[in-house]
């Protein structure tokens, strides 16, 4: 069972965001969405949508509120509509969508993304097990919209709510299932390489691993990670993230800034790094932006602390 701790433990090691469609201004319905009220969000949406119908962002948030509520057929319909013109494989990852993964019409909107991505950006080596690596990402990202909800709840009412218990037995089951099958996908066709499936289903596998709730899981395959971030065949990011765990969970001090808390006021910091005015010379070696501009960005954090270049 995924107990209390872990209702903030999820929020402060994993700050992932899979939103498919680039979005800068938050509507209505996203505020709403974003509360909690579903409902309402999705009245909102269909207003935005009635007077912009070519409103592809709209019109894809309407469907996966339909989704998060599991009206399916409206999702579908409304999904089919704001993928015309979209030629990304993102929307297959999507958690708001997972309602949807099992029902027929699914294979349908992959097929569709997988033939307009590669008229786009050329032929995958091995389009299949794209596919299958994909279904994986959504399955580990599943739930996180009602459990971000019981963050929420948590932070503003400073307990637990007593429906998050059963939905996180259920996402410890799916984690637990999600990482057999990784096992297995790796050992039928090998580790995947930005170059033979596509940079975002390539981190699948990552993903699996820095949920996994045993460190040794980490540690058997982080130099494997590591090697994959060195040459360009598999996400630094994901690299310094699971690295950082496995420091912290050590009782040591983390390398990049990758992994955070929460302090007495609920907000967010990263955990104690080594070296912090070296933080940013590290994190350019493996191509990582600078710690001030990450943190601002994923935890409205002010990182303060002056880089050095070289030791005095």
């Known amino acids: 069972m995924i107990l209390l701790k872990h209702v903030i433990d999820i929020a402060a090691f994993v700050v992932i965001s899979h939103t498919c469609l680039s979005q800068v201004t ?4 996203d505020r709403l969405k974003q509360e909690g009220d579903l409902e309402a969000a999705i009245a909102a949406y269909k207003e935005s949508f009635v007077k912009a119908p070519k409103d592809s962002i709209n019109t894809y948030s309407l469907a996966c ?34 309602a949807l993964i099992d029902d ?6 992959e097929n569709k993304q997988f033939e307009k991505f590669q008229e786009y950006n050329g032929k995958l080596a091995q389009p299949e097990y794209a596919k299958k ?16 909800q019981a963050r929420r709840f948590y932070v503003s009412e400073k307990y637990v709510p007593h429906w998050y218990y ?18 297995h996908l790796i050992n039928t066709y090998g580790w995947p390489k930005y170059s033979i499936v596509g940079s975002l289903a390539a981190d699948a596998p990552l993903l699996c691993i820095n949920h996994h709730e045993n460190d040794s899981i980490r540690k058997k395959y982080i130099d494997r990670i590591k090697n994959s971030c060195l040459k360009g065949e598999g996400s630094c990011t994901e690299f310094a993230k699971i690295q950082d765990r496995i420091l912290v969970n050590d009782g040591k001090l983390q390398l990049y800034g990758m992994q955070f808390r929460y302090r007495q006021d609920k907000t967010l910091e990263p955990f104690p790094i080594k070296d912090p005015e070296f933080v940013d010379k590290r994190r350019k070696t493996i191509g990582l932006e600078p710690l001030k501009d990450y943190l601002k960005r994923k ?14």
């Open 166 to 183: 059963p939905l996180g037995e259920l996402k410890q089951q799916l984690v637990s299932n999600n990482f057999k099958e990784i096992q």
């Open 133 to 148: 690596l994909l279904q994986v990402i959504i399955k580990d990202q599943a739930l996180d919209y009602y459990i971000k």
């Open 104 to 109: 027929d019409r699914w294979e349908d909107i």
């Open 65 to 98: 509120a339909f989704a998060l509520t599991y009206q399916k057929d409206s999702a579908f319909y409304y999904l089919n509509i704001a993928l015309k013109s979209n030629h990304s494989l993102r929307p297959l990852t999507d958690s708001d969508l997972y």
């Open 26 to 29: 938050v509507s209505n319905g």
């Open 299 to 312: 935890i409205n954090y002010d990182f303060d602390v002056e880089q050095k270049k070289s030791a005095d």
